[in-house]
């Protein structure tokens, strides 16, 4: 659509000429995101105050412009894409950890903190905010706010939304909004905290979150336990999560994805593993410690063909580097990928194993699967040339076929990445007609003129 120069000036006026760009080269830069899909927008603005966001939407109100917010770009769905041209919002100079309350475990942050370093200071203080997605040491908070993100902890503790107490945020009229509390409880009027949480940044801006923190656990200890099977190593997934015992992590990689991280592993593999299962344990050393014995003596029952137990940090942190490595050294296997974030219940694991197993001999396609097997969350990757015209074919059914196997089951097409532009086609056949209107009703509600990241969840 193109941006007039009195429109640009005007936003230059809001943020300083510094902050405000139209070179080709940040106009690229910001036309993508982990999806490699690219769209260019008009512009790209950084403002540093919840003030200039308002200002900037007012104007872009005004004059219809499409407004797009982005953290670090490392959604998965093409949430952060300018599909429809317009202003690209970055946060990244909104980045203060305004305060960290240790009596009342709460922290105040800026939407464009990157996550790691949330964790770092809470634990400097004592404290913990569990949320930690693979790409914690690159997306900030104000991304994770917006995709709903969760991680490996998930499993015991939650996802973002269970840590998010209140907001503040911009909503598309320029309007200032404070949504939620900064107490352990609060019931007062609709919960418009977790409708904006989740919401894949159609609703509102967000310029400072509230977090709820937890005191950090004394003891953390980590297993990684082999299986000469993938199917054997899904079973005893479900049916570790049937004791008292909670985990805060049971992650698992299959074959393939053992055989990419070799490298980044500080022990030898048994031969005969096919799978791997990574459990994390916390809180008090005594009961850490027998809780670890519990888990060992069940997985050898179970059919482990091995297990070793973490000897301190550095060994656990070599094994989540490992883990957190699969996603860029897939491209060894081909040079593009879908990645789907599907989740079906725990007790359907084994057999959404065995499904995408046979959706791989069907397509001809490698399919790599990974993720958090306790609580069901599967990272199916179909790796795939997309200039190969038959490939993107194949690819394109074997997507249509997980997703239709994940609903069969109980499943969700998405449990961390979002929808997006990549999952628009899908939604209908999870979620009713009368539902989809109503969000479209609350979307209109926010938004009536649709400049707020337009093009996205629903096509």
């Not at 946060?91 to 475990?105: A, L, Q, V, Y």
């Not at 694991?349 to 995408?356: A, D, N």
Request: net charge neutral.
């Amino acid at each position: 659509m193109g941006l007039s120069p009195a429109t640009l000036r005007s936003l230059e006026k809001i943020v300083g000429k510094k902050y405000l760009t139209t070179q080709k080269e940040e106009l690229l830069c910001h036309s993508y995101d982990a999806t490699g899909q690219s769209f260019l927008p008009d512009a790209v603005i950084f403002p540093e105050t919840r003030e200039e966001v308002a200002n900037i939407f007012k104007l872009a109100s005004q004059k219809k412009i499409p407004i797009i917010p982005r953290g670090s770009g490392s959604g998965m769905t093409g949430g952060a894409i300018p599909v429809q041209g317009g202003v690209v919002l970055v946060t990244s100079r909104m980045n203060r950890i305004i305060e960290i309350d240790e009596e009342n475990f709460i922290a105040r942050v800026e939407p464009g903190v990157v996550v790691s370093k949330i964790h770092s200071a809470c634990e400097a203080r004592g404290l913990f905010y569990p949320p930690d997605p693979a790409s914690s040491s690159v997306c900030t908070i104000g991304g994770n706010v917006g995709e709903c993100a969760g991680g490996p902890r998930a499993v015991k503790y939650g996802v973002t939304r269970d840590y998010v107490l209140g907001l503040t945020a911009v909503i598309p009229s320029g309007e200032i909004i404070k949504t939620g509390v900064s107490t352990a409880k609060g019931v007062a009027g609709y919960d418009l905290t977790r409708l904006i949480v989740g919401s894949e940044g159609t609703l509102a801006v967000v310029t400072e979150v509230i977090l709820k923190l937890l005191p950090k656990p004394r003891a953390v200890k980590t297993l990684a336990v082999f299986f000469d099977s993938m199917e054997k190593a899904a079973k005893t997934v479900s049916s570790v999560m049937k004791q008292a015992i909670i985990p805060r992590c049971v992650e698992y990689m299959d074959e393939a994805s053992i055989n990419l991280v070799r490298e980044f592993l500080s022990f030898e593999l048994p031969k005969t593993t096919r799978a791997l299962l990574i459990l994390e344990l916390d809180g008090h050393e005594d009961q850490v410690e027998k809780e670890a014995e519990q888990i060992k003596g069940f997985c050898h029952r179970a059919g482990a063909i091995d297990l070793l137990v973490a000897a301190d940090q550095a060994e656990a942190q070599k094994l989540w580097e490992a883990r957190k490595a699969l996603s860029p050294v897939l491209y060894k296997i081909a040079p593009n990928k879908i990645n789907e974030d599907i989740v079906v219940p725990i007790s359907k694991i084994s057999e959404m194993v065995e499904i995408t197993g046979n959706i791989q001999k069907e397509s001809g396609l490698t399919v790599v699967s990974f993720g958090h097997a306790g609580d069901g969350n599967i990272h199916c990757n179909i790796m795939y040339d997309k200039k190969d015209k038959d490939q993107a074919k194949r690819a394109e059914k074997a997507v249509d076929d997980l997703f239709r196997a994940t609903l069969e089951l109980g499943g969700t097409i998405t449990g961390e990445h979002g929808v997006g532009i990549t999952k628009m086609k899908y939604l209908p056949s999870e979620i009713g007609s009368i539902e989809l209107e109503i969000m479209k009703e609350i979307k209109k509600v926010f938004d009536p003129d649709s400049i707020l990241n337009p093009g996205k969840i629903f096509s």
